[in-house]
């Protein structure tokens, strides 16, 4: 049995990696450039400095700190704009949310953004169901590596092991492996690989606490 759930934010509860294209292409339009679908998949999940180095690359731009530094501000400012229209849930998430909440499971909301965003997105969401969030700001790298994870788990007094991890994309799903999560893979916008302790599903509509219990014992066989 796991002794708790973390859960990732963008692409996972809510639809929020649409609203990221949108300032992606507009930051593109910005510095006279064009973002390609194959270019946009590589950062979604990704952490502010490292969408920003991939950026930087494509558009050929001198990746100075500053600069850097400039252009994520620029882009998370353009996000929270969006984020203050609302923002849709992902199918069965807020329903999942709350029968694991009524079961008194310990949640965890971990993400790659920013902490101020997440707070803007947590207007949506509900951060009453959450014992801990970490965001991106907040451990020392990102996903992919395991920290995000790693903090989360430390902070509720579990071990990361007996952690089942909700993820949408590649960076997500890498991340919470890596610090040894069981992972559930909902797909979103990207196609995720196989991996000994991941179970894909299409949709979290329609899942309980029995069927994510059958899930973790299955990964942990």
């Not at 169901?129 to 451990?139: A, I, P, S």
Request: proline share 5%.
């Amino acid at each position: 049995m796991f002794k708790a759930v973390l859960f990732d934010m963008d692409g996972t509860l809510v639809d929020s990696e649409k609203l990221w294209d949108v300032a992606m292409h507009a930051f593109y339009a910005e510095k006279g450039g064009v973002l390609t679908d194959a270019v946009r998949e590589t950062t979604v999940g990704g952490s502010a400095e490292n969408v920003m180095r991939i950026v930087y690359d494509d558009l050929g731009l001198d990746p100075t700190p500053e600069s850097m530094a400039e252009s994520a501000d620029w882009l998370h400012d353009y996000t929270g704009e969006l984020f203050e229209q609302g923002l849709p849930w992902r199918p069965g998430a807020q329903e999942l949310l709350e029968t694991l909440a009524a079961s008194d499971i310990p949640l965890a909301l971990v993400t790659n953004t920013r902490r101020t965003l997440t707070e803007q997105a947590l207007k949506t969401i509900g951060s009453h169901y959450f014992t801990v969030t970490v965001c991106g700001d907040e451990v020392p790298d990102g996903k992919p590596h395991p920290a995000p994870y790693l903090r989360a788990a430390e902070l509720l007094g579990v071990a990361a092991e007996d952690c089942l991890a909700i993820e949408d994309s590649v960076t997500g799903a890498t991340s919470a492996d890596a610090a040894g999560c069981v992972v559930l893979v909902v797909p979103n916008d990207v196609e995720v690989p196989d991996g000994p302790r991941r179970r894909h599903i299409e949709s979290l509509a329609g899942l309980g606490v029995s069927d994510l219990r059958d899930i973790y014992t299955e990964m942990c066989s």
